[in-house]
Structure formats: C-alpha cells, structure tokens
C-alpha cells in the first residue's frame, strides 16, 4: 500500500481533517490568507563562482511579463496526514491564484533559462492515460497556469528501456530522441531511487574536440530508501548545478559516469554543486496530519505533493509541486531553477519506487 499524504482544510469558521486511503484520496482545500513576509534576495544562496559557460547565448531576457512576485502570492494552509479513511470534502472551494501572462518568445530558451529572480513561474502538469499502453507509458504535458495556458514541455516513458527513462520534449506531438524538438531527459538507476537529468547535448563519446557539445547534467535527485517500512512522507535530495556572478547556471559536463553529480554529492565534492531538500511537513498532534504550506496552489491530497528548499532559507521555495485533480497537478518554481528541471524533478516524483513505499 501507497503511503500517502493528505490535506487538511481550514476556513475562518471551521477546521476540516480530511483523511486519506491507499489510493490517495483527494479533498477540496479553502483558504485563508497568510501575509507572507519578504525575504532577502535568495540568489547568494545559490551562487558558487564557477566559470561563466563558454557557450554563445542569447543577450535577450525572456520577459516575464506580469509574472507574481513573492510578495502578492496569498498563502493557503494545506496539511497532510498519514491517516487512513474516507476523505471528507469541503463545502466551500476555491480557485488556485493562476500565474499572470508571461511571454515566451523562444521556446527552447525560455525552458532552459533560470525562472527570473524574484519571480515564481506557475505551471500546471497534465497526466494523458488514453490508449492502449498510456497506463504504463502515460503522457505529461506542463503549461504555463494562465489565461493562454502557453505550452512548455512534454514528456513521456520510453519503452524497451532497463531502468525509467522519460524523454523531455518542446514539441507535444513529437516525442522521439532522434527529433529536434528533443531537450532533455531523465533517467533513473535500477532501483528508480536515484534519478539523472540530462539537456540534449552530446554523450560523451561523441564529445568534440573541446568538449562544448557533451551534453550537461542539469539535476540529480535521490529518493531515501525506506527500508523499515514507515508509511510517512517521502524524503527527496535534489542536486543542482551552481550559478556563476552573471546568474548563469555552472556547465556539468560528466567525461564518464564517475563524474555526475550524484557522484560529486556522494563524495561531497560540493563545489559548483548545490544541494536542496523537500520541505519536512511538521507533524500536527491536534489535527493527527503533517502540515504543508502550498501558497494556495494544492488542492488535494497526494503522496507526491511537494516543496523543495534550501536549508539555509527553508521559507524560500525553489520548487512545489501537488495535485489539483485525479491527472492534473500544479509546478511552480523559482530562481535557480529552470522549467526542465522542474518538470524533470516533477517526473521523478510519479515513477514507481518500490524501495521507498
């Protein structure tokens, strides 16, 4: 059975426990706003002076027009509880605050580039199980949470391979390595516990002369293995390139497998590397559940809901990711991280792990 995690809603006038079974029950949340205090700027958190990269690229910023600031996101109390039962619903819902209209005039740019400082880029991920084998081998579509529903990213398992292996795509239709709406990929070692995210460059044995076409590893994250069967909230590493002073991600270009950066992070060798965690939801003894702050964009209760941090910051949100609905879900991220990988740690978090649950 599924270990899952589930909300608990709360309104002015009432307090709701909504209890979960094996198959993730869902409850509608209400809200109530929290005044969210500003925070310095987190960038230094995530700065570790390595070179600028050496490849050309576009001087042009993509313009995060009306994006939502920190400071205007209200917050909702979102709780989660390992408790078994029938979920109850909530009389009252409310609409998740969207993102505002922000242009992307260079798909292929905008998904690699850091989210803007300061700016939260809301997204929603789409799971398509039509047809014969999308049970197995399902679609996941990201767009842009706003009135446009701008399209970002898609991804997909690939078959006939040994370990997970999604492939990443700009292109919803076009969902093959060899295409060149290919950008990147996640693949997984044999245990689906430890997961790699790649760009769409080169392997390294058809690297050139000086090594600029190899293709970079963006993130790494890791799955604690649950090895005494405690049915609690999942515990995730993620590990990320640093950023340069130019606010540039740091190039990770692993000459072979002993060189990635779930290596650096096993011996720690830290440098130019980043290391965050998912947020620990605190156990609540008068409601029986695990409190979680979602800012109002998690409706129902999930084993795969979500915050990840830095533990110098923890009330800095690098990423959250949680479901609204039975195949809908909702990704926001920030600065440092771009929208591959967001989606790609998104993707990690759906694939089976057998040695975690």
């Keep these: ?28 949340s209400s809200t109530k706003p929290i005044r969210s205090e500003k925070k310095k700027n987190p960038a230094s958190l995530f700065q570790t002076g390595g070179e600028p990269p050496k490849e050309k690229k576009s001087k042009k910023k993509v313009p995060p027009k009306g994006a939502e600031s920190e400071e205007e996101a209200t917050e909702t109390l979102q709780k989660n509880s ?78 006939k391979s040994k370990t997970s292996n999604y492939l990443i795509s700009i292109d919803p239709t076009d969902l093959s390595r060899g295409g060149e709406n290919f950008i990147g990929k996640l693949r997984s070692n044999l245990m689906g516990t430890r997961f790699t995210v790649f760009d769409n460059g ?13 293709r970079q590893e ?32 740091v190039p990770i270009r692993p000459r072979n497998d002993n060189d990635g950066l779930l290596m650096r992070w096993q011996n720690r060798n830290m440098d130019n590397v980043i290391e965050l965690h998912n947020k620990a939801p605190v156990w609540n003894d008068e409601t029986q559940s695990y409190v979680l702050n979602f800012h109002g964009r998690v409706t129902h209760a999930s084993v795969k809901n979500f915050q990840i941090v830095h533990s110098s910051d923890p009330d800095y949100i690098v990423m959250q990711f949680g479901r609204v609905a039975d195949d809908a879900f909702t990704m926001d991220y920030n600065y440092p991280l771009c929208a591959v990988q967001a989606f790609a740690i998104a993707l990690s978090s759906f694939d089976g792990k057998l040695a975690c649950e």
């Design 1 to 28: 059975a599924n270990s899952t995690q589930c909300c608990v809603t709360m309104s002015p006038m009432s307090l709701t426990a909504a209890t979960s079974s094996d198959e993730e029950d869902d409850s509608d």
């Design 82 to 159: 390992n408790k078994k039962g029938k979920a109850k619903k909530s009389k009252k819902k409310e609409e998740r605050p969207p993102s505002p209209v922000i242009e992307v005039d260079n798909l292929e740019e905008f998904v690699l580039q850091p989210a803007p400082q300061g700016v939260t880029v809301k997204c929603r991920v789409t799971r398509d199980k039509k047809g014969m084998d999308r049970g197995l081998y399902p679609t996941y579509y990201l767009h842009l949470d706003n009135d446009k529903k701008v399209f970002l990213l898609a991804g997909r398992k690939r078959k």
């Design 202 to 214: 080169a392997n390294p044995d058809r690297a050139n002369a000086d090594w600029s076409n190899v």
């Design 218 to 249: 963006l993130s790494a994250v890791v799955y604690e293995t649950n090895v005494l069967g405690f049915k609690g909230p999942r515990k995730m590493t993620v590990i990320i390139p640093g950023m340069n002073a130019d606010c540039e991600r």
